[in-house]
């Protein structure tokens, strides 16, 4: 299914969605380097990061350790959660992690978010492509457009803090 209207730019947007899983692929062009973009995505995750979707309730418990095998996690009062690992890295062109975002890390799922970075003219030519695949009780056709909101919403945040520094 194509979609358009990304409020961080009117660039194509598409998901997909079936009973077995679903990709989402959200395109930004955002007003910085993107050594400044990847910094900001890999090392200071907890400053744009929405804390309406975090178990801790503050982003400021996010962190990403940018390195193969490390972990996207979240500190917890009594503990901790490793949402996603980091499979590959080049930076500052791209970071693929693996993992289920949120409730999809207790669901029998396998995800891979890439996010690519591409320099035009000095700005970041950012794409971030969620897959997931696995096995959800109902399937995933109701869940994928909640995903996709999120997912569009912490690109939106994360374009914001690089152009202003701040992520609203």
Known sequence: MWRSGLPCRRLPKWWTR??????????????????TVFRLLTEQIGRWWDSA??????????????????????????GAVQHMVVTHIDSPKAVVLHGGLG??????????????????????????????????????TQLAPVVD??????????KAISETGRPE
């Open 103 to 140: 409730p999809l890390g207790s669901m029998g799922v396998a995800g891979a978010l890439e996010w690519t970075l591409d320099e035009r003219s000095g700005r970041t030519q950012l794409q971030v492509i969620y897959n997931v695949g696995g096995y959800m009780q109902g399937g995933f």
């Open 18 to 35: 079936a009973t077995t899983g679903f990709s989402i692929r959200v395109n930004s062009e955002v007003n910085a380097t993107p050594s």
């Open 53 to 78: 979707h975090t178990f801790s309730g503050s982003a400021a418990n996010m962190t990403i350790e940018p390195r193969v095998g490390g972990c996207f996690c979240e500190r917890l009062r009594n």
């Open 149 to 158: 909101g999120v997912l569009t919403n912490q690109v939106k945040r994360l």
